[in-house]
Nanobody
Framework: QVQLVESGGDLVQAGGSLRLSCAASGSIFSINVMGWYRQAPGKQRELVAVISKGGSTNYADSVKGRFTISRDNGKNTVYLQMNSLKPEDTAVYYC???????????????WGQGTQVTVSS
């Protein structure tokens, strides 16, 4: 069984910064891609940023230059540093682990429970 636990969500003023963390636990050998998605009220869940096991990254255009994704493969943890936050960044942020492997091979894709980020104007 694999669990993803997010932390770091908070209420912050526009222009401020937050750092989200997501730790994956369980019988994990490797995780191919880890990422962050967000869902604002009344909107569909959207990609924020993803990072491969090798460190390749991809960002939504709306966060490029403001957010930075990173990961620690030894700790199965992914981070999202969010700077210059805007009210439109307000959403529940979800961590995702894609193509999780244990010693026997592929075991699944997983989501965290979400952490609330609220940016006040």
């Amino acid at each position: 069984q694999v669990q993803l636990v997010e932390s770091g969500g908070d209420l912050v003023q526009a222009g401020g910064s937050l750092r989200l963390s997501c730790a994956a636990s369980g019988s994990i050998f490797s995780i191919n891609v880890m990422g962050w998605y967000r869902q604002a009220p009344g909107k569909q869940r959207e990609l924020v940023a993803v990072i491969s096991k090798g460190g390749s990254t991809n960002y939504a255009d709306s966060v490029k230059g403001r957010f930075t994704i990173s990961r620690d493969n030894g700790k199965n943890t992914v981070y999202l540093q969010m700077n210059s936050l805007k009210p439109e960044d307000t959403a529940v942020y979800y961590c995702n682990a894609l193509n999780v492997q244990h010693s026997g091979g592929y075991i699944g894709d997983y989501w965290g429970q979400g952490t609330q980020v609220t940016v006040s104007s």
